[in-house]
């Protein structure tokens, strides 16, 4: 089908948040309260962060400030890819902290393992499905990378099972596909926007008090507390703890390691039963493929099928705009590929077409810290990984606050910041070359020119 014609009635916005379970927002704040604990941001950092500051200790009063409505940024727009690793994947994990990537990887899979059991003690119903990930290879350059996973998870004792091109073929069909690995247990897909209203539920029952558009325009240290302004009404709070994700951070020097970066999305009607029988999908795993631009694709509970990535977009100066949720040109790129991958599914049409922010910093994976004598905590640039590791990120900012040391903690990981992006115009020039580069590197058999090998011989990158 014309990507056109397919993409012609889907609505401009994320497919899920657009649906009628949607929650009514919270009241804002008004007037002034206090709080041991004030958790800024409701998207999946802020809101593990507050259900988890409560089940640590239950008397402990605390509140969240979400600047919009809870999960309406990243946490309720994205794949649903709900991954036990906290390093953007075990090959960029591996080049970073060569010495504690077992113990990265472990601690991964118990944050997984932790979100699973948390979820279903507490009846939070998000279609957690424990499918795992197919990474398939579409390209003969790809291939060697498929057995260098598998091999580099087997010395760690986990185990991926590769597929051949038959193989990988009966799992899900597509003609482009030249074979897989399958990670059956390290990956979750989710409806990520049921994930946080569920979350936000959890945690107004545990008592945490959730003020949705309440803003929080200005941050000081009076001495004794920490002093949070917001339109209506003031916050002194003991600890605070910042989860805002790509937006503008109120810590300023985070500016220096955190690019928004926008990635975009479709979703399709329901595939009929017949049509996704010619393609199987019966375990229905995430699938992601193995170039550097790079789709993932998964089922909903109601059989569509969710479609994105591939274009990473920066726009100059680091703005976050409404408008750049929308961008045509890759809406008709993605639809065009989701054709090649899936010829069956010819005649099919979009319902929903969105883009989204992604903290982005240079090591691709979340980094923390502490500001104002270790009262307030920061977790940010997850890099596109960030719906499983979210909640490790709300760990370590509570054993940061809570002045403990614990293996979380003493990790490498955490103590090291990454490198910081140049100021602007040098980051813009840096960032369009890199995505350039990268883009030629797909081009070209996977081969990574000068300017690509220099990033990496210095452990940095870009992506989405
Ligand atoms: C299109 C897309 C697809 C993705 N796919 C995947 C995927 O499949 N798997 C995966 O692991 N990751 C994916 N990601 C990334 C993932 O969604 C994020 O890593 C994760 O949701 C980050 O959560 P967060 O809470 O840190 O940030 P956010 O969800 O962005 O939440 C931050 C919140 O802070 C609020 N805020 C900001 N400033 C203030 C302030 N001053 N006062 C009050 N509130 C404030 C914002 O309103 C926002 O709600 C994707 C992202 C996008 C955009």
Same mark, same amino acid.
């Given at each position: 089908?014309?990507?056109?014609?397919?993409?012609?009635?889907?609505?401009?916005?994320?497919?899920?948040?657009?649906?009628?379970?949607?929650?009514?927002?919270?009241?804002?704040?008004?007037?002034?309260?206090?709080? +041991?604990?004030?958790?800024?941001?409701?998207?999946?950092?802020g809101?593990?962060?507050?259900?988890?500051?409560?089940?640590?200790?239950?008397?402990?009063d605390?509140?969240?400030?979400?600047?919009?409505?809870?999960g309406w940024?990243?946490?309720?727009?994205?794949?649903?890819?709900?991954?036990?690793?906290?390093?953007?994947?075990?090959?960029?994990?591996?080049?970073?902290?060569?010495?504690?990537? @077992?113990?990265?990887?472990?601690?991964?899979?118990?944050?997984?393992?932790?979100?699973?059991?948390?979820?279903?003690?507490?009846?939070?119903?998000?279609?957690?499905?424990?499918t795992?990930?197919?990474?398939?290879?579409?390209?003969?350059?790809?291939? @060697?990378?498929?057995?260098?996973?598998?091999?580099?998870?087997?010395?760690?004792?986990?185990?991926?099972?590769?597929l051949?091109r038959?193989?990988?073929?009966?799992?899900? +069909?597509?003609?482009?596909?030249?074979g897989?690995?399958?990670?059956?247990?390290?990956?979750?897909?989710?409806?990520?926007?049921?994930?946080?209203?569920?979350?936000?539920?959890?945690?107004?029952r545990?008592?945490?008090?959730?003020?949705e558009?309440t803003?929080?325009?200005?941050l000081?240290?009076?001495?004794?507390?920490?002093?949070?302004?917001?339109?209506?009404?003031?916050?002194?709070?003991?600890r605070?703890?910042?989860?805002?994700?790509?937006?503008?951070?109120?810590?300023?020097r985070?500016?220096?390691?955190?690019?928004?970066?926008?990635?975009?999305?479709?979703?399709?009607e329901?595939?009929p039963?017949?049509?996704?029988?010619e393609?199987?999908?019966?375990?229905?795993?995430?699938?992601?493929?193995?170039?550097?631009?790079?789709?993932?694709?998964?089922?909903?509970?109601?059989n569509?099928?969710?479609?994105?990535?591939?274009?990473?977009?920066?726009?100059?100066?680091?703005?976050?705009?409404?408008?750049?949720?929308?961008?045509?040109?890759?809406?008709?790129?993605?639809?065009?590929?989701?054709?090649?991958?899936?010829?069956?599914?010819?005649?099919?049409?979009f319902?929903h077409?969105?883009g989204?922010?992604? +903290?982005?910093?240079?090591?691709?994976?979340?980094?923390?810290?502490?500001?104002?004598?270790?009262?307030?905590?920061?977790a940010?640039?997850?890099?596109?990984?960030?719906?499983g590791?979210?909640?490790?990120g709300?760990?370590?900012?509570?054993?940061?606050?809570?002045?403990?040391?614990?293996?979380?903690?003493?990790?490498?990981?955490?103590?090291?910041?990454?490198?910081?992006?140049?100021?602007e115009?040098?980051?813009?020039?840096?960032?369009?070359?890199?995505?350039?580069?990268?883009?030629?590197?797909?081009e070209?058999?996977?081969?990574?020119?000068?300017?690509?090998?220099?990033?990496?011989?210095?452990?940095?990158?870009? +992506?989405?």
């Amino acid at each position: 089908m014309v990507p056109s014609k397919a993409l012609a009635d889907a609505e401009r916005r994320p497919y899920w948040l657009d649906r009628p379970l949607a929650p009514e927002p919270l009241p804002p704040l008004t007037g002034d309260v206090t709080a +041991d604990l004030a958790v800024i941001g409701g998207g999946f950092t802020g809101l593990w962060t507050a259900l988890m500051a409560k089940e640590r200790d239950p008397s402990l009063d605390v509140v969240l400030l979400e600047g919009r409505a809870v999960g309406w940024a990243a946490s309720g727009r994205n794949g649903g890819f709900c991954a036990a690793s906290l390093t953007h994947g075990l090959g960029n994990g591996r080049d970073r902290w060569p010495a504690e990537i @077992a113990t990265l990887e472990r601690l991964g899979r118990e944050n997984l393992d932790e979100i699973e059991r948390t979820l279903s003690r507490h009846g939070v119903d998000c279609s957690f499905e424990r499918t795992g990930e197919l990474r398939v290879a579409t390209e003969e350059w790809q291939l @060697a990378g498929l057995d260098e996973e598998v091999s580099a998870a087997a010395s760690l004792g986990v185990r991926l099972e590769r597929l051949d091109r038959e193989r990988v073929r009966a799992e899900v +069909d597509s003609p482009t596909y030249l074979g897989g690995v399958w990670d059956r247990d390290g990956v979750a897909m989710v409806d990520p926007a049921r994930l946080a209203w569920g979350l936000r539920d959890v945690c107004v029952r545990l008592g945490v008090r959730v003020f949705e558009h309440t803003p929080v325009r200005s941050l000081h240290d009076d001495g004794t507390a920490l002093e949070l302004g917001t339109p209506k009404g003031r916050v002194r709070a003991g600890r605070v703890a910042l989860g805002t994700g790509a937006f503008p951070p109120l810590l300023r020097r985070l500016r220096h390691f955190l690019v928004p970066v926008y990635d975009y999305a479709l979703m399709t009607e329901p595939v009929p039963a017949d049509l996704l029988a010619e393609i199987g999908w019966r375990n229905r795993q995430g699938v992601g493929d193995s170039a550097n631009r790079f789709h993932y694709y998964r089922l909903t509970d109601d059989n569509r099928i969710l479609w994105g990535g591939y274009d990473a977009v920066y726009h100059n100066g680091g703005l976050v705009r409404p408008e750049y949720d929308q961008r045509d040109a890759t809406f008709e790129k993605l639809a065009t590929h989701f054709f090649e991958t899936f010829p069956q599914l010819h005649g099919l049409r979009f319902t929903h077409r969105w883009g989204g922010v992604i +903290d982005t910093c240079s090591r691709f994976s979340a980094f923390f810290g502490t500001a104002y004598g270790s009262r307030l905590a920061y977790a940010a640039g997850y890099t596109g990984l960030g719906v499983g590791a979210a909640r490790f990120g709300g760990n370590v900012m509570l054993d940061l606050l809570q002045g403990r040391l614990t293996e979380r903690t003493e990790l490498e990981m955490v103590r090291h910041k990454p490198m910081p992006f140049p100021p602007e115009p040098v980051r813009s020039g840096v960032i369009q070359l890199t995505r350039w580069s990268i883009a030629r590197a797909d081009e070209h058999e996977g081969r990574r020119n000068a300017w690509l090998r220099t990033l990496d011989a210095f452990g940095v990158g870009f +992506d989405s």
